[in-house]
Every structure is written in structure tokens, then in C-alpha cells.
């Protein structure tokens, strides 16, 4: 069993930047594919960003890449989501997730799930 705690979320004017952090403990955590999806009121839970656990791979939906980056501490059990740039859309409760996936961006394929952490942009 694995367990995901998200911190860093907050409220941001557009254009300014945050850092999430997503802790895991339990059994083989650092091996883990991490991901990162968000929830926007009224919409679908989509994918964001996320690292491979066997090597640097990282993928990100289109509307973020080059505005957000998916990395992960030395200790392996801690994921950050640094995001730049950020923009009204970008609101939403963020989530991170852990699994071992055949794409990166599945959500179905990842195992265990935080419990979320609200991003708000708005001037």
C-alpha cells in the first residue's frame, strides 16, 4: 500500500508561479510512475504532467508544457509539480497519483490517488 500526501496549493494572481509537493510512503514508493491530474468544477478530472518511476521520462498535456515541470526529489519519494505562468484554466483541485502504467497519461492505469489539493488563479 502506498500513501500520497499533496501540499503547496493556494490562491495566485495569473501569471505567478506555485509548487506542489506530493509525499509518498509505503512499500516501493520511489519505484512508482508519478502523475499529476487536476479537477476543474464541472469538468472531467484530466491528465497534467507526469515522471516515470525507472528513468526521466516525463510527459505533459499540451496546454501546460513549458509552463509546468514534473520532477522528483533525490530521495525519490517526492514529486514536485512546479508551476509557472499560471493562467485562470489552471484552476482546480490537483491531484497525485502513483502506479505502474504503459502511458503516463492513463488514469486508469495509476494505483493509488491523494487526496487533492486546491489551485486557484484569479486576479
Known amino acids: 500500500q502506498v500513501q500520497l500526501v499533496e501540499s503547496g496549493g493556494g490562491t495566485v494572481q495569473p501569471g505567478e508561479s506555485l509548487r506542489l509537493s506530493c509525499t509518498a510512503s509505503?512499500?516501493?514508493?520511489?519505484?512508482?510512475?508519478m502523475g499529476w491530474f487536476r479537477e476543474a468544477p464541472g469538468k472531467d478530472r484530466e491528465f497534467v504532467g507526469a515522471?516515470?518511476?525507472?528513468?526521466?521520462?516525463?510527459e505533459y498535456k499540451d496546454s501546460v508544457r513549458g509552463r509546468f515541470t514534473v520532477s522528483r526529489a533525490s530521495a525519490r519519494n517526492t514529486v514536485y509539480l512546479q508551476m509557472d505562468r499560471l493562467k485562470p484554466e489552471d484552476t482546480g483541485v490537483y491531484y497525485c497519483?502513483?502506479?505502474?502504467?504503459?502511458?503516463?497519461?492513463?488514469?486508469?492505469?495509476?494505483?493509488?490517488w491523494g487526496q487533492g489539493t486546491q489551485v486557484t488563479v484569479s486576479s
Open positions: 497519483a502513483a502506479g505502474t502504467t504503459m502511458y503516463l497519461d492513463m488514469q486508469l492505469e495509476y494505483d493509488y
Open positions: 509505503g512499500r516501493s514508493s520511489g519505484s512508482y510512475d
Open positions: 515522471i516515470s518511476g525507472a528513468g526521466p521520462t516525463t
